[in-house]
């Protein structure tokens, strides 16, 4: 129980959170962190990607999608759930573009359905997992918040549709929401909680020198210092605790109506750009195996500079990173290691 604004005035208030998609990669951590800080969660998943092993024994798992409307009614209902974190998607850039009604269907029309039981129940309170993608690839060296959107493919649109659905969604009844825009996550708090798909750049790595090929990195002649694209990792550990911070503001930080709060979007990044040259180079002091990276033609419309203004994030949810690129590929390598041993 905590003190907190409910609908009839202030009083005790039993808070339960709906974490969809709360058995991936990304959403074990946040379900981790929630649930070992004292809050009483639910996860939803419909274990297309999502592992049971990785949630806490305590946490009840409802096998199932958001587009299941009467599923989410009776979850809500029965879980007398009081605010959403909403993770479930489809998430990998190429398949959108070779499937992009499916993507749209999926996480958009997953999210509508969503915001249409959250409404119905009254459920004031929902975090939305965006993503950079919704800035396409910017001509700036730093990417605020206020940084022109322009998604250069179908899962970046139906991120920014998912931004544009979840703020009409809480002026149309009164829902208090904030969304996440991540950057580039890797890393594990945990080694049977690590990313197993081949997917992102360090597992990708990791897979070509498992198999005993030599890395890629596609372009070496960007205007970088060392001619390699520059990104923004976040640890995902660090992420999870931001969804915890968004959580704590909506439920603790309330003064007034929930309302008040408005909507709120924040990048979650280190502010910090590490180039794929150096990441390449990390992961073969880490895995001890420095084979040569092959230099590949660039991809077409990948940005130089993708890097996040990460203070809005302090000073409206007092979080920042507090882990570095190092102690993500290393952790991310216990947990690669712990797959091939038949861990996960």
Known sequence: MRIGRTGTGIGLTPMTWLITGGAGYIGAHVTQAMAGA???VVVLDDLSAGVPGRLPGEVPLVRGSSLDAALLKRVLAEHAVTGVVHLAARKQVAESVAQPARYYQ???GGLATLLEAVAEAGVRRLVFSSSAAVYGNPDV???TEDTPCAPVDPYGETKLAGEWLVRAAGRAHGIATTCLRYFNVAGAAAPELADTGVFNVVPMVFDRLSRGEAPRILGD???T??????????HVADLADAHLAAVRRLTEGATGDLVDLGDLTVNIGRGEGVSVRELVTLIGEVTGDRTAAVVEPRREGDAAYAVASAG???RELGWVARRGVREMVESAWEGWEFSLGGGA
């Not at 210092?225 to 976040?234: A, K, N, S």
């Open 312 to 314: 809005l994030a302090g």
């Open 141 to 143: 060296a730093v990417i």
């Open 221 to 223: 002649d960007h205007p």
């Open 38 to 40: 004292g809050e009483r």
């Open 106 to 108: 999926e996480n958009v």
């Open 225 to 234: 210092p060392d001619g390699t694209c520059v990104r923004d990792y976040v």
